[in-house]
């Protein structure tokens, strides 16, 4: 009787060699793929994210200022660094009190920008013309209402700079009578010693910070001469920024550049 033996061969080394050089090959062309996908799906998300940044900024900065009659530009809200570095403050000048030689003026830029609303039609409006003899000159007119914007550091993110905001109406009471946490009341009449400065929150780190502010964007960098806002003729506010998403490692950028005019 006869017995047939079969014997199974293994796979010799070069064989396996083969094999292993193809797949390689074949996964040396695929992973970019799909890392590059990745990337792209990433980037699209964040690009989304700055464009509802943006909407919301822009929407928010138009809509108050067709109510408002006039702006200021300061410096900054407060002593602080700018987020390339540069210390900045409200106190431009560096005289110790906050007042019309502060403000930036045509050409100039900012982190901090005031929409100011007033009732009298008749208000002097060279209040804000830019010529210090003319600061102030009005008793009868009566603010009652002042928006600011401005770029601090970002309360919620470390090493980040956000864009706060404040609204006095949002601090409306009873009637007519506004009180505010900074501790002044609205209307107020403006006199020979009320001047929009003494308006403002104290430009402190905590106040520029505070949880009662809310974050229209949360990291960004300003490009008016590095600044955010930039005064163009003492009547339109140019807005120039740029946004950024995504963490260190993965950066997602884009830019707007808008202007506003107060007409109130």
């Known amino acids: 009787?006869?017995?047939?033996?079969?014997?199974?061969?293994?796979?010799?080394?070069?064989?396996?060699?083969?094999?292993?050089?193809?797949?390689?090959?074949?996964?040396?062309?695929?992973?970019?793929?799909f890392l590059m996908n990745l990337k792209s799906q990433f980037a699209g998300e964040q690009k989304l994210l700055i464009n509802g940044d943006i909407r919301k900024v822009t929407n928010q900065m138009?809509?108050?200022?067709?109510?408002?009659?006039?702006?200021?530009?300061?410096?900054?809200?407060?002593?602080?660094?700018?987020?390339?570095?540069?210390?900045?403050?409200?106190?431009?000048?560096?005289?110790?009190?906050?007042?019309?030689?502060?403000?930036?003026?045509?050409?100039?830029?900012?982190?901090?920008?005031?929409?100011?609303?007033?009732?009298?039609?008749?208000?002097?409006?060279?209040?804000?013309?830019?010529?210090?003899?003319?600061?102030?000159?009005?008793?009868?007119g009566i603010v009652n209402r002042i928006i600011g914007y401005w770029v601090a550091p970002n309360r919620r993110l470390a090493g980040e700079h956000a864009i706060y905001s404040f609204d006095t109406n949002a601090y409306r009471g009873a009637g007519a009578t506004w009180t505010t946490t900074w501790g002044v009341t609205f209307p107020v009449a403006l006199s020979s010693t009320v001047t929009i400065e003494s308006l403002l929150p104290p430009a402190t780190t905590s106040y520029a910070q505070a949880t009662e502010f809310p974050i229209l964007i949360n990291d960004l960098s300003g490009l008016a001469n590095n600044y955010t806002f930039y005064n163009y003729q003492n009547k339109s506010i140019i807005t120039r920024c740029k946004i950024l998403h995504g963490n260190q490692a993965k950066r997602i950028t884009n830019t707007y550049n808008f202007t506003i005019t107060p007409r109130g």
């Open 62 to 140: 138009v809509e108050n200022a067709r109510e408002a009659n006039s702006f200021v530009i300061y410096q900054a809200f407060c002593a602080q660094n700018r987020w390339d570095g540069v210390a900045e403050t409200r106190d431009a000048d560096g005289t110790g009190a906050v007042n019309f030689f502060d403000r930036m003026q045509n050409g100039a830029s900012g982190d901090f920008v005031v929409l100011i609303y007033y009732s009298d039609p008749y208000f002097d409006t060279r209040f804000y013309d830019g010529n210090a003899s003319n600061n102030p000159t009005i008793s009868s």
């Open 1 to 33: 009787m006869n017995l047939s033996t079969h014997h199974s061969r293994g796979y010799t080394l070069t064989e396996i060699m083969i094999v292993v050089t193809i797949f390689g090959l074949v996964m040396a062309g695929v992973i970019p793929f």
